[in-house]
């Protein structure tokens, strides 16, 4: 299956049409939630309704579709279709649930307007730290729900491409971006200074107090690290529930490997596990 990003749906969908599959409603054990979608074009595919039998048989009504609606040009686009399939043996599957499909036929004039339908709900997420480690965060970030601001005191660290999600923002100090962070930003803490990341974490405790509306604090580092750290924020006033909410070490716990790609993992993973 061929992979687009909005931009590049938009771009097709100016130059052919397709049938848009969406996902109505489960029951159920099923591959994919409700509102997952899938665009068919005549020789490939954007998105994805859970793959397996569903996925071909689906794709299969889709092109039926349009080949219908090109053997009649000048007709009206037919109706949103919709059908339900069960996922047992019958369909070679084990899930035992069942999926309400919807089948939309799109054209050149409904581009726009569905990049911003179809256009996913992005979770702030702010990255201190231009380093291995952030830079492979970046990248893992790249193709998931997240709207990353990617924070260093140093233009120069930045790389000339990054994913379509990420921004780079360029503070100096790094601390006093912490302020004008979006509202529910997750923050990871992982400059090139200890004393910067120090401050970061001083600054979002701050907010947290003020406003609490950070839901994820995670500063990169050793036991060690995060116990000096403690001590030094207690001299500017902290105190242990301040201190809970911070994560340090960050990632997920047991995962081997000091490798800038195997921490991005365990952090990323981490980061998933919350509450949207």
């Known amino acids: 299956m061929a992979l687009f990003s909005m931009k590049d749906v938009t771009i097709r969908l100016q130059r052919e049409p397709a049938v848009l599959v969406t996902v109505l409603a489960t029951q159920g054990s099923v591959p994919r939630e ?39 040009e000048d007709a009206d686009l037919p109706e949103p279709q919709s059908r339900e399939w069960k996922l047992g043996p019958s369909l070679g599957q084990c899930c035992g649930g069942a999926m309400r499909l919807r ?59 990054v994913p379509p999600n ?16 979006p509202v529910q930003s997750r923050v990871l803490v992982m400059s090139f200074s200890h004393a910067d990341d120090l401050d970061i974490i001083a600054a979002c405790l701050k907010r947290m107090r003020e406003s609490d509306d950070l839901p994820y604090v995670g500063l990169i580092g050793s036991k060690t690290k995060w116990a000096t750290f403690r001590h030094r924020l207690e001299h500017r006033g902290f105190g242990e529930d301040d201190f809970a909410r ?4 960050i990632g997920i716990a047991g995962i081997k490997g000091k490798e800038p790609e195997v921490i991005a993992a365990g952090v990323v993973a981490q980061i998933l596990l919350l509450a949207p």
């Open 34 to 72: 409700a509102g997952a979608w899938m665009l068919v074009f005549a020789k490939d595919e954007a998105g994805t309704v859970g793959g397996g039998h569903v996925e071909l048989e689906a794709i299969a009504q889709a092109r039926t579709m349009l080949q219908s609606q090109a053997a009649k």
């Open 246 to 249: 911070v994560t340090c070490p």
């Open 166 to 181: 990420v921004r780079c923002d360029h503070s100096d100090p790094l601390h006093a971006a912490v302020p004008a962070l």
């Open 103 to 161: 089948f939309e036929r799109v054209s050149q004039d409904d581009a726009h307007a569905l990049a911003t339908r179809l256009a996913p709900k992005l979770a702030p997420l702010a990255l201190f730290g231009g380093g291995h480690v952030g830079r492979a965060i970046v990248n893992a970030l790249g193709p998931l729900p997240f709207a990353v601001t990617w924070i260093d005191s140093r233009d120069e660290i930045f790389p000339d491409a």
